[in-house]
């Protein structure tokens, strides 16, 4: 776990990932059924349905177009590649252990909640009914909707702006490090999400945020 920003004035906002830092996701458990042989299923995942070729959706681009692309490309695995996007939402297997409770906690304090996640916006719309901790965010910024993704500064920028708080004044968590080197680099306070819930929780208590 690393931290920024713990010297001088601390950061009254928290900005929070989603994805593997509130829940997990794993593209492997699209094809649980369909390949039931887990070596196979790894390789499926590393070289046809990828989290390269998932980061497309992340920045904009719809569901039927990539999975055409896709299937046009392998058509000996359309089956399996259209399985992605019917079946989305089994990538997403719960929540990660604890950080639930921080959000609640935060919240309970008057805490305010943002979040900036590299989502598709079809994918985020399968998911945000399935995740109610989320009514605890006056607002999320998606990759998807944006067509802006992280680590990329300008998603950033247009978080700041929309939440209405100055950089410095907001603890931005991720568990990707280019993510947290471009919040570091634009004023944000950050946390490294690599300890898990308890690492987090003693950041919070450094920081004030929770008693």
């Known amino acids: 776990m690393t931290v920024s920003g713990m010297a001088g004035a601390q950061p009254g906002v928290v900005v929070f990932d989603i994805g593997h830092v509130l829940v997990d996701w794993d593209l492997r458990l699209i094809y649980r059924d369909a390949i039931a042989d887990p ?3 790894d390789w499926f995942v590393q070289n046809i349905v990828t989290t390269a070729w998932h980061f497309e959706h992340d920045a904009g681009k719809p569901f039927a177009q990539m999975v055409a692309e896709r299937s046009a490309q392998y058509p000996e695995h359309a089956d399996l590649i259209r399985m992605y996007a019917d079946r989305w939402l089994d990538s997403v297997p719960g929540p990660i252990p ?3 409770a921080l959000v609640e906690a935060l919240a309970a304090r008057g805490v305010p909640l943002y979040a900036i996640t590299n989502f598709g916006d079809e994918a985020f719309e399968l998911f945000r009914p399935t995740f109610p901790v989320l009514n605890h965010f006056r607002d999320i910024v998606v990759s998807g909707v944006e067509k802006l ?5 300008a ?5 700041a702006a ?7 004044d907001m603890l931005f968590i991720d568990d990707n ?3 947290i080197a471009t919040a570091r680099a634009l004023g944000w306070h950050t946390h490294h999400f690599v300890g898990g819930a ?5 950041d919070l208590r450094a920081r004030g945020l929770l008693g």
């Open 177 to 179: 490090a280019a993510n």
């Open 155 to 159: 998603i950033f920028d247009l978080a």
């Open 149 to 153: 993704v992280k680590p990329h500064a």
């Open 162 to 168: 929309r939440f209405g708080h100055a950089p410095g």
């Open 198 to 202: 308890d690492a987090l929780e003693a």
């Open 98 to 100: 604890g950080t639930s």
């Open 39 to 41: 070596a196979r299923r």
